[in-house]
């Protein structure tokens, strides 16, 4: 016993060391100042805005793969400027229609797809298709397919990712569309490691389970951007449009890509990331519209609190 405990308090005590020494480099230097914003066409599915995980369990072992599909369909409604659209994500074949809508299922895309709505004009939306991928174990394949594995896995993925123009906010939007299945057999045995068989003679078994992800991301594709510089790291500042109403607010988010974070103006916040909150900068981001003099959005952000740093 007491050597179990000996190796607990070493591994506690290192365990302790590790995290006082992830410290952010740049936790400590001023990243504060006026910093100038360009437009930028960099934007992408930044915001989720339908998901779903669904997951089978005590399913039968000879169940497929393809059977969980519908448990992936989506449906979202969604305001982009004055314009509500509905975003539908399914696979071919699971499209039902609407009621007085001119909305049917595109057979140009066999297998996982989206498709839009636009429900001011009562039309299908156009879009341009920017990828299209459907990739892994095959949708007929069985959980268990037989054979003398003690586990067996399957895997697929897809994403369906498009771009479509709306003519009130005078924007480009991105919408991306993925989803993902994983099912595991893992076969119950023995203190011999032979197989666990029930009265019947089948495998009895330790996990048996199906499961998805799917979920829809939109984006605006034109964004703000800015670059600081920190010694030689080179920090990228973004302003998205997060509610999508084509205006840059502060009502909207900022993406720092080095931490890949997405921030909220006005709030207390890190840019750095010490495993210790204390050791780093505090900061608050706030958005500067043009003026009369300055034709340039701008970031500020301002120093609010010093992080703290024991002395060598």
């Given at each position: 016993m007491r050597k179990h405990w000996g190796w607990l308090l070493l591994f506690i005590v290192g365990f302790s060391l590790l995290m006082a020494g992830c410290t952010d480099e740049l936790g400590v230097v001023?990243?504060?100042?006026?910093?100038?914003?360009?437009?930028?066409?960099?934007?992408?599915?930044?915001?989720?805005?339908?998901?779903?995980d669904p997951t089978r369990y005590n399913i039968s072992p000879s169940?497929?793969?393809?059977?969980?599909?519908s448990d992936l369909a989506l449906d979202q409604t969604l305001r982009i400027g004055k314009t509500d659209y509905l975003f539908v994500s399914r696979f071919q074949g699971g499209f039902s229609p609407f009621a007085n809508f001119h909305y049917i299922e595109s057979n140009d895309f066999p297998g996982f797809q989206t498709q839009l709505y636009n429900y001011n004009t009562h039309?299908?939306?156009?879009?341009?298709?920017m990828k299209?991928?459907?990739?892994?174990?095959?949708?007929?394949?069985?959980?268990?397919?037989?054979n003398d594995?003690?586990?067996?896995?399957?895997?697929?993925?897809?994403?369906?990712?498009?771009t479509f123009f709306d003519a009130d906010t005078g924007c480009d939007y991105i919408v991306s569309s993925t989803y993902e299945v994983n099912s595991v057999a893992d076969r119950e045995t023995d203190k011999k490691g032979n197989f666990v068989l029930d009265d019947r003679g089948y495998y009895e078994y330790d996990s048996l389970t199906l499961k998805g992800k799917?979920?829809?991301?939109?984006?605006?594709?034109?964004?703000?951007?800015?670059e600081k510089m920190a010694g030689t790291k080179k920090i990228g500042f973004y302003i998205f449009d997060w509610n999508l109403d084509g205006q840059f607010t502060e009502d909207d988010r900022v993406y720092c890509n080095y931490h890949e974070n997405f921030f909220q103006f006005n709030q207390t916040i890190r840019l750095t990331d010490s495993y210790d909150a204390k050791k780093d900068n505090k900061y608050v981001l706030k958005l500067v519209k043009p003026t009369a003099t300055n034709g340039n959005f701008r970031l500020l952000v301002e120093l609010v609190e010093l992080g703290v740093r024991e002395k060598s």
């Open positions: 001023d990243l504060s100042g006026e910093i100038p914003l360009a437009m930028s066409n960099a934007g992408w599915g930044y915001r989720i805005i339908a998901q779903t169940s497929r793969l393809y059977e969980i599909r039309r299908r939306v156009k879009f341009f298709v299209q991928s459907d990739t892994g174990d095959d949708w007929n394949n069985r959980l268990d397919n037989g594995q003690e586990r067996h896995y399957l895997s697929r993925s897809g994403e369906f990712k498009i799917s979920q829809i991301c939109i984006g605006a594709r034109q964004c703000l951007y800015a």
